[in-house]
């Protein structure tokens, strides 16, 4: 198939929004803006069945959306599945050690389970997992060979 500039189309490594399914919306918007300070204009589409999301903004056009497991599986069609923590990792880059253990003890009080304790890695990095009220896994990390681009 041409694109309209002539030449072959293929999907293009931009990703620009990435939808975790919760349990429970109102909870989890609150964890994301209150405990870990993530900018929102809170939950919209609200009028529409299954249209009830929050969006989050990450960086340079990236967003984080929240969105019910029953509408995901509404829209998609698929059944709803139960929560498979260990099949999606969410990485959150630091540029110091100091930075990882401060994003892990905010994770904390806003609510995360820590899944385990940041400590330095085999690799020469340092780094921590925890999860979200809804078992979403992060992933806390600094690593020398990938400074975060800001």
């Known amino acids: ?24 919306l109102q909870r989890a918007v609150a964890f994301y803006r209150d405990g870990l300070g ?18 989050f903004d990450l960086r340079a056009g990236l967003r984080l959306a929240l969105w019910p497991r029953d509408s995901i599986a509404h829209d998609t069609g698929l059944p709803r599945s139960p929560a498979a923590p260990t099949a999606l ?9 100091d930075e990882v253990d401060a994003v892990m003890e905010q994770a904390q009080a806003a609510g995360a389970a820590i899944v385990k304790p940041a400590q ?10 925890f999860q979200d009220p809804d078992e979403h896994v992060w992933e806390v990390v600094w690593n020398p060979q990938l400074p975060p681009g800001d």
């Open 38 to 55: 993530f900018p929102t204009d809170g939950i919209v589409g609200t009028e529409f069945e299954h249209g009830a999301v929050a969006f």
């Open 89 to 97: 990792t969410l990485g959150y880059n630091t540029a110091c050690k």
């Open 1 to 24: 198939m041409d694109s309209p500039s002539g030449g072959n189309s293929m999907m293009r490594a931009r990703i620009s929004v990435i939808t975790l399914g919760v349990d429970d």
């Open 120 to 129: 330095n890695t085999f690799w020469g990095g340092y780094a921590g997992y």
